[in-house]
């Protein structure tokens, strides 16, 4: 009926695990920048050390702009028809490794005292999102993202 | 097949929100004090998504209802009824309950978040699973009796 609101072309399947891949990568991004902010206030953290916070980012963006650069692209793509039963037992398994690891990395976080520590570390993880979002387009990307996600929320509710 | 497997994710999901939020109650949040109380209920009513993008990923094939004018124009009429019956029902059982024990739902403000972060759980499964218009009518109307309730109704 109206234009406006129909999709401007039928999507494949591809295409939508694409979209889901996109989002999950924006809830993570989200999610480590709430684990900052909230970090930074619960601990009241203090800029001791000027310099040294303006540089912290780019110990991690600097390698992985450079590796982005100069790495061939790792994807296999998306795959269009379903998942056979014992890939998703794999990746599942997968993701709840990562979430267990991740769970311990957020309690790592909370021990560090330094802003200018904290702030690399969380861009050091931001920089493996990015990385797994641009080069590695595939199932296995998407079981590191959710493990990363649900790793932190974990922490967030039950240990924090 | 892949209807089933939708609807184990959908109970499993379902039941790993309420263990969470069983723990939060027995957390003893009797009241939302601190910025870790904040945290930790933001991170409550986040959890289930990132588990639902990943069920959903998998699982993309015969996905299920088509969201198409049809499916809407069928839907459209019973929804709405839904919608306001559960409006009236909600205002009218928490106004009942309130009057029943003469205790105000303000001092007990985790019946009210633990309400809230359920149906907003639900809307999203609901939303990325389903998108089954007649629940949506139920859980809006859930979502908005207890706004009604809490802002309008108390004094």
Redesign the interface.
């Known amino acids: 009926?109206n234009p406006i609101i129909q999709p401007p072309k039928p999507r494949t399947?591809a295409n939508?695990?694409e979209l889901?891949?996109t989002?999950?990568s924006i809830?993570?991004t989200g999610?480590l920048a709430?684990t900052a902010i909230?970090f930074f206030?619960?601990f009241n953290l203090r800029i001791e050390k000027g310099i040294k916070v303006i540089f912290a980012p780019f110990l991690s963006v600097v390698p992985l702009l450079f590796v982005l650069s100069i790495l061939r692209d790792l994807r296999q793509g998306f795959k269009e028809?379903?998942?056979g039963k014992n890939e998703?037992i794999k990746?599942c398994l997968i993701?709840i490794g990562i979430t267990i690891a991740f769970t311990c990395v957020t309690f790592l976080l909370t021990k560090i005292d330094a802003l200018e520590i904290l702030l690399a570390a969380i861009m050091a993880i931001l920089s493996i999102v990015f990385f797994l979002r641009s080069k590695i387009k595939d199932?296995l990307g998407?079981?590191i993202?959710?493990g990363i996600?649900?790793g932190i929320?974990?922490y967030?509710?039950?240990l924090? | 097949m892949q209807l089933k497997k939708l609807n184990t994710a959908f109970i499993i999901t379902i039941g790993v929100s309420v263990i969470v939020f069983v723990y939060l109650v027995f957390l003893g949040y009797d009241e939302i004090k601190t910025l870790k109380d904040v945290i930790k209920i933001i991170a409550s009513i986040l959890f289930p998504i990132p588990l639902l993008f990943f069920v959903r990923f998998i699982l993309i094939e015969h996905f299920l209802p088509e969201n198409t004018d049809a499916y809407k124009l069928q839907h459209q009429k019973p929804a709405t009824i839904l919608l306001v019956v559960t409006i009236i029902i909600g205002v009218v059982s928490m106004q009942g309950v309130e009057w029943v024990t003469g205790q105000k739902l303000e001092d007990h403000l985790i019946f009210a978040h633990l309400i809230n972060s359920t149906t907003i759980s639900s809307y999203v499964l609901n939303y990325i699973l389903y998108n089954n218009l007649r629940v949506n009518g139920i859980l809006s109307g859930v979502l908005l009796s207890l706004a009604i309730h809490v802002f309008f109704l108390t004094a």
Request: proline content about 0%; aromatic content about 20%.
């Open positions: 009926m399947n939508k695990r889901l891949f989002f999950q809830i993570v999610l709430f909230a206030l619960h028809g379903n998942y998703i990746f993701t199932i998407m079981s993202i959710t996600a649900e929320i974990v967030m509710i039950f924090f």
